[in-house]
């Protein structure tokens, strides 16, 4: 069976550090790949998404990167943390277009 | 984009039958609906999805409108762990679909 994994669970950083967030799947070959955000009492917000190796598409330009280093790894990046970039974050895969969305357990991040 | 309108809450009482409704006047001929969850504190659950017919799993049934406008998500027994935001959207069929969640319904179940 598939799963994914996402860590850490939770994350206190203070603002201006870099932030790496890793996300992987298991049982699964060349899935789709997404990061989602979810701000306190929102809906959840696209980041970035990955259909393969080394592509990677943005949603929403901010302060954040992501790359796909291997084929179900998933990895969310900053430089420098800002406050606004507090936040429940999320990886999901899933296998092609109109398959269902898989969501790992999330990461919550507070920026101090 | 491919847009849902659902209510922003609603409430049921424990065992009884509930109805969760969903529109989407612009979806596309080839657009699926897809319906997920989320509890306090976890990342979104699928619970189901369909493109033209009626769909039931173990969790619920998917009654989609003939003219796929509208959609209802039916949980057939409420219980208090069916209490989550229930999230309609719709996947657009692209090489690049992704599935944009709205603020969707927080349903509320009272024993």
């Known amino acids: 069976s598939q799963t994914i994994h996402q860590w850490p669970a939770t994350l206190v950083q203070p603002v201006g550090s870099p932030l790496s967030l890793e996300c992987t799947v298991e049982g699964t070959s060349n899935p789709n790949l997404y990061w989602y955000r979810q701000a306190a009492g929102r809906g959840l917000q696209l980041l970035f998404y990955s259909v393969g190796i080394g592509q990677i598409s943005s949603e929403v330009p901010q302060n954040l990167s992501a790359s796909r280093p291997q084929d179900r790894q998933f990895i969310l990046s900053s430089k420098k943390l800002l406050l606004s970039d507090s936040g429940f974050y999320l990886c999901?895969?899933?296998?092609?277009?109109?398959?269902?969305?898989?969501f790992g357990n999330g990461t919550r991040l507070t920026v101090t | 984009d491919a847009k849902t309108t659902q209510p922003n809450s609603m409430e049921s009482n424990e065992e009884e039958p509930v109805h969760l409704p969903c529109n989407h006047s612009t979806i596309s001929g080839t657009d699926y609906i897809h319906w997920y969850r989320q509890l306090p504190s976890q990342g979104p659950e699928y619970v189901i999805h369909g493109l033209t017919s009626n769909v039931n799993n173990r969790m619920a049934s998917l009654a989609i409108a003939e003219d796929r406008k509208s959609s209802t998500l039916i949980l057939h027994r409420a219980t208090l762990r069916d209490a989550a935001v229930y999230y309609c959207?719709?996947?657009?069929?692209?090489?690049?679909?992704?599935?944009?969640f709205g603020k969707g319904t927080m349903l509320l179940v009272s024993p």
């Open positions: 959207i719709l996947d657009e069929d692209s090489g690049y679909s992704t599935l944009t």
């Open positions: 999901a895969w899933r296998y092609r277009v109109n398959s269902p969305l898989h």
